[in-house]
């Protein structure tokens, strides 16, 4: 089974390695070559699945889980696979110190099952910021949208001057949004350092959901106490800390099938199998517990005498990966109440535009304003490949709750009128797939005149760059006809589509006009 062993662990190494490419090529390419091939990727990731109602992805991933196990977190699931990444970088010697061995932990079934209540309680209340935070594929889609992207046109760009071809367009993310990625990842990472799958088996909500199933699944990681001579490899490569070496027995329900273990076992007494090994002599037998304080026992539990007659129990020392946990819960209840303590409605967070509030404009392809905002796990997919670069991440746009969702930003630029890219390649179903006529009549805002700081209007300066701009001819320059004022843009209600091409090309500051979203 070793030769077995080493071949299924390096097709799941190469399988990983591949989807974890893909997907960060997903994000971070300036083309559309890798997300013509790899964005069915995203739409097979769990949670985008299950949020998009995509039953049959959801199923299906169930199904797999109950046959194989929990190879979805081992193989296509990209901060899975960065957590190995980072776990291996200190383990890579040919000769491993003994403090860098992985042991065996009992599960923090408590806060795993805490972690995937407050997700779902989120997801039904409509609080999609702690799903986004929590969702490992929305994770690292930021950490690639945010970090990889600008750092991979940088080095295109850099290239190009040497080559003399043309640049890329760069766009910087917020400055929330880039510490909000390098600070979870950093976190995530140095976790994995030392720990492995600590996050994946202890907060993931996508890890538990299937821990539920693959606690029965019919091929697991199973050992042969006849053969096992308790020398321990399998249990100090084991990065989910699953392997109880004292009873012999695997946890299923946090083991990610990396297959690490078989490969080291020099007796293959630790294997892959549907069966489940019965001992030849069956030396462990259930009995039943030892009444009273008889042999220095009290129930099941064994009675250590210190010497101190007030001390009746032997003392703990702190399990480190409780530390580590509750340590990352304190640490975020400050800014959990802070979030909750701050949360604005939509009409609040909108801003002040003369007498009017302005609505912030989602993207396109939006059927409902609601659905858009529950839907949506912010994993930037749409930010990373607007063509125009439009869309960023909200920070207080749609309410605090609801940060890190894109919205569109014609300060800065604007919705081209023929381009659906965002509305084909978003994997959850927020943002609904539109061709180039569908987009055309698709209406994401109104633009509002306010002729008070309109340079034409106001300044006599003849200007018009709005209704020059329009493309479907919503804008037209009307005379004052007072003699003092010039003419002024108005806005046909009817045919702006809300595309913010005259926003951005407003030469006011302030804006004289801006396009407020639809409610």
Sequence with gaps: MTGMGKILRVARIVVAVIAFFLLTGLFADYGMTVPSVASWLAKVQLLPAAMSFAI????????ITLIFGRIYCSTVCPLGVFQDICARIPRMRRRVKPKWHYHYSPPLTRLRRTMLFIVVLSIVLG???LTSLLDPYSIFGRFAVNIIKPIWGATLNAWAQIDGAPQVKLAVASAF???????????????????????CNSVCPVGTTLSFISRHSIFRIDINTDKCVQCRKCEHVCKA????????????SRCVVCFDCLPNCSNDAITYTYNRHQLSIPLMQKVKPLAGSAAGMSGSRLEVNTGDKSDTSAR???DRRKFLAFGTLVAASPLMAKTVSATESVDRASRGFGSRKLLPVTPPGVQSRREFLDRCTACGLCIAHCPQKVLRPSIEEY???????????????WCEYNCTRCTNLCPTGALHPLTVSEKHRSCIGTAHVDRAVCISWADGVKCGACARRCPVGAITMVE?????????PVVD??????????????????KAIAVSGLA
Excluded: N
């Design 316 to 318: 703990r020392l702190l």
């Design 56 to 63: 049959a992805t959801f199923i299906i991933w169930l199904i």
């Design 241 to 252: 800390s699953c392997i109880d070496m004292v009873s012999h027995v695997v946890d299923t």
């Design 493 to 510: 209600k009817e045919k702006c589509i809300g595309c913010g091409s005259c926003q951005y090309v407003c030469p006011s500051s302030p």
């Design 480 to 488: 004052s006809g007072d003699g003092v004022h010039g003419p002024y």
């Design 127 to 129: 609080i999609s910021a």
């Design 177 to 199: 949004g880039m510490i909000l990625s390098v600070v979870t990842m950093l976190i995530i990472g140095a976790i994995a350092l030392r720990h492995g799958r600590t996050f």
């Design 399 to 413: 309410g605090v709750l609801r940060a890190l969702h894109p919205v569109m930003d014609f300060d800065a630029s």
